[in-house]
Each structure stands twice: as C-alpha cells, then as structure tokens.
C-alpha cells in the first residue's frame, strides 16, 4: 500500500529541485540565519552592519515575497509594519549585550505583537497585554536589572553560547514550520468529492465484508467519478485515476463467494483505497478555487461585544481554570515573597 | 473580506518562537534567557488568536488570557529566583551555577577565547579621585 501523503505532490529531494520550488522561502530564510550569526556577541567584534543590513534584505525579501501572494490593503499595510517591528524588535533583543536595551526590545516586541492581536479581533486581551507586560513585566525586569546591575561589562553578556548550533537548529525548525504551512495548509479542494470519498470510507469501516452496503458505495463511486469529470486537472492525475478504478473492480462484486481471509483481504483494500483517495482529495489543490471552500481566509464570525463574550466564556465554560489561575496567582505571589525576602547567610554576617 | 491568511498570523507566530528559542539557547544572561521564553509564549498566543479569529471561536482568547496569567505569575517567581542567584553569586551568568549538573557530566567551557574585553565606555567626567578597577567576570568554572 502506497502511503498516503506521499503523493500529495510528488516528492523530489533532488537538491535543484528543492532550489527551484522554494527558492522564494529559503533565501530569506538563509539571509535571516547569516544576519542573526553575524549579529550575535562573540569575543571578537563583527560589525553590526552587516548582520544589520542582511537581516533587513530578509524582512524585506520575505515582506515581497507575501505582497506578491496579496494585494495591499490597509490591514495587510498594518499586519506588516506590526509583524515586521516585532520580528526587528525580537532579533534586537536576542542580539544586545546590554540587558537594558534587551528588555526596551521586548516591550517593542510586546506592543507590536499588540497590534496584531488588534487585527485579530481581541482588544480585550491586547489591553491586558500592554498593562501587564509592557506595563508590569518589563518595568519589574528593568528594576531588577538595576539592582542586579554588575559593575561595568561581563563575559555572560558579550560572549553567547554555541551560536552556530543554536541559529542551526531554530532555522531548522523555522523551515519545517514555514515548509509545512506552505506545502500543505488548507489549500481550497474539491468538497463534494472529499466528502464523497469520506462517506466511501465510512461505509467501509465495518468488521465484515457483507455488512459494506455495495450499491450506496458503487453510488458514492459515481459521484467521484462525476467530480472528476468536472474537472480537468484530476484527469489529469493518474494517482488519483488509479486509486478510483481499483476501488471500483473492488466494488464491482460483492465477493460472497470468497473465502473468510479473502473477504478480509478484499475489505482492508476497499477500506484503504477510500482512505488515500479522500486524503488525496483533501490535499489536492483546485486551480480555480471555489467560493468558500477555504477556510484559510475570514470567514468566521466572533461575537461583537469582546469582553462581554469573553467574560461570559470565563464565568461558564472555563470557571475551574479561571479559579485555578486565581490559587495559582495567590500561590506564585507567596512564593515571590518567600523566595527573595530570604537574606542569604552572607547578607546576614 | 480581507486577503490575509490564517497563514501569515501563523508565520510570525513561529518566527517569534524560534528566535526567542534562539535567544534562550545562546544567551548566558538569566534575565535575557527569561525574556527569550516570553518572547516564546507570545509567539504561542499570536497562534491561538489567529486560530480563534479564523475560525469564529472564542476559546483561543481565553487560553491566551490564561497564558497572560501564567506568564505575569512565572516573571513574578522568575524575578525573585534571579534576586537570589545574583545576591549568592554576584553575577547573572547561568554558567557560574554549572556545579547544579548532573555528577558524571563534564563542565561546559566555552569554546571561544576568553579574549580581554574592552571596557564600557565611561562617562567622560571631572577627574575627582581614581577610577576604581574594573572586576573582570569569567564564566569558566
């Protein structure tokens, strides 16, 4: 049995393959790990303006790389001034020696980030964000980097540890992430085959072959069959092809006449074909996209009145956790007072 | 309507996860290490809106609102905790407390040369008296 996302689009792993595709993604990609490995303390000073200026060539590579997919409107304008000041504003943090400077970033970082959750819809919970990190967090952060304030420099500040393998593995996992949200997330398909091809497997999820009802599957068969004739990319595809007509020399008799291991046999076939052939569809993306079939873009409503509605959800569906975080609030607060009013036996001679 | 994707939200929210798992990698300073895993759980909560937003429920709001809980209740811990290491050990270098390691692991020397460091630069004053030597800090144990 062929896997089933192996086909989804056909895998090269050919290096100038790779090159060609995603050339769009692993530039900046690669640009931003350089910068972020030149901009990192060492012991011996690189100029900043090199990492500076090729961690900018990435933000923008990459910004173009997003207008090319959208058109400007003034939420995408906003969603990336925000996205953009707070993705500068967290490479700044990481890279400052001076911890002061570090944690100034942050509340950039934060009241960027802000704006973002503006765009989505939660100004609730943007407010409480700017009161209790912008606001509380980072002042409480900065207080104690006065009192903890080291005379003059430290190696801890100017040298960082293992930045090679560090910057490695988080762009390794950066291009996993972004790869999988490119390759696979909720492209529009084709859902009256999906769900066709769903209902088949469905249907095939039964202990024995004489409970399949084969007519409603034969039925189920045809619809897809239909689908496919609407559109000319599938048939084109002859995975897709293949999978269908299996299925359906797998349908064409009822096999009562078999024996009991054959029976099985012939059930787990049915059974994964349908499997593939709906994951297939899921994953099969359609070149003219119909109305409302994605659910990547805003299609949803939330409520209107925010607060109202979170409180709501707080008080009823959440109330357990909401007094867990009370207790827990409680108990970090006695614990802060215990932990740093204890003189150590040196402050205490 | 608008033309953004649930995609570009997410984007960022991994971009911000990454560099501040970066951050918490390479720095030696607790409190920048600290600020790392904030930066870490607001990428987290830049994922749950965008998934409450694009698909009209309200249940990602309200775990960020539990994030801001447990974040506010982790700085408080965090602070004091920094409070006492640095009273015990005159610095914020996490190397200084590498004797916290398991007995049979060997100790982490970095591997780039201690090389001298350049002094600050200081505030260009009045002569008054002498400039007091700066203590020099190492991390090796």
């Known amino acids: 049995m062929t896997s089933l996302f192996a086909q989804a689009r056909p895998v090269s792993l050919s290096v100038d393959a790779i090159l060609r595709d995603h050339w769009a993604v692993l530039v900046p990609v690669l640009l931003g790990a350089a910068a972020l490995l030149l901009l990192l303390p060492r012991a011996r000073r690189i100029s900043p303006v090199a990492g500076g200026l090729l961690g900018g060539a990435a933000l923008a590579l990459a910004g173009l790389w997003w207008i090319n997919r959208v058109g400007p409107l003034p939420e995408i304008v906003l969603f990336y001034v925000f996205a953009g000041l707070a993705v500068l504003g967290a490479t700044l943090m ?3 020696s001076n911890p002061v400077y570090a944690a100034l970033s942050f509340a950039l970082v ?24 912008a606001g509380a967090i980072v002042v409480t952060f900065l207080f104690v980097i006065m009192l903890a304030q080291q005379a003059g420099v430290s190696n801890a500040d100017l040298l960082s540890r293992e930045p090679f393998l560090a910057v490695l593995a988080g762009f390794v996992l950066l291009i996993a992430l ?8 909720d492209k529009p398909f084709n859902r009256d085959a999906y769900d066709a091809a769903q209902k088949l497997h469905a249907l095939s999820r039964t202990p024995k072959l004489e409970d399949v009802d084969f007519p409603a599957a034969l039925k189920l068969a045809d619809a897809i069959d239909e689908q496919f004739g609407k559109q000319e990319e599938f048939s084109k595809n002859k995975v897709l092809q293949n999978f269908l007509v299996n299925l359906r020399t797998e349908l064409s008799d009822s096999g009562l006449e078999l024996d009991e ?9 049915i059974h994964d074909h349908a499997n593939s052939l709906s994951g297939l569809l899921r994953l ?10 994605s659910a990547n873009q805003v299609n949803a409503v939330l409520p209107r009145e925010n607060v109202r509605a979170i409180g709501k ?4 569906e959440y109330l357990l956790a ?3 975080a009370g207790v827990l609030l409680l108990v970090a607060t006695i614990g802060a ?7 150590s036996t040196e402050d205490l001679k | 309507m608008s033309s953004l994707a649930l995609e570009n939200y997410l984007i960022v929210g991994a971009l911000l996860f990454v560099l501040g798992m970066i951050g918490f990698l390479t720095r030696r300073n607790m409190i920048i290490m600290f600020l790392s895993a904030e930066l870490m759980l607001q990428g987290v909560s830049i994922n749950l809106l965008a998934f409450s937003r694009f698909r009209g429920h309200l249940g990602g709001q309200a775990l960020v609102m539990f994030i801001l809980t447990v974040a506010a209740c982790e700085a408080a811990i965090a602070l004091a905790m920094i409070l006492v290491l640095y009273r015990s050990r005159r610095t914020l270098d996490v190397s200084v407390w590498q004797d916290l390691r398991e007995p049979t692991v060997d100790p982490i020397l970095d591997p780039e040369p201690d090389l001298p460091i350049a002094p600050a630069p200081m505030p260009k004053l009045t002569p008054s008296g002498v400039e007091p030597k700066q203590p020099h800090e190492t991390s090796h144990v």
């Open chain 1, 94 to 96: 990481i890279v400052q």
């Open chain 1, 110 to 133: 934060i009241l960027a980030s802000c704006g973002l959750f503006l765009l989505l819809a939660a100004p609730l919970l943007m407010a409480a964000t700017i009161i209790i990190y």
């Open chain 1, 178 to 185: 972004v790869g999988v949200y490119d390759r696979t997330f």
């Open chain 1, 261 to 269: 291991s054959q029976k099985q046999r012939k059930l787990e076939k």
């Open chain 1, 284 to 293: 099969h993306p359609l070149l003219v996209p119909e109305e409302g079939t």
């Open chain 1, 313 to 316: 959800m707080m008080f009823t």
């Open chain 1, 322 to 324: 909401f007094e867990l």
């Open chain 1, 337 to 343: 007072i215990v932990i740093a009013g204890r003189r």
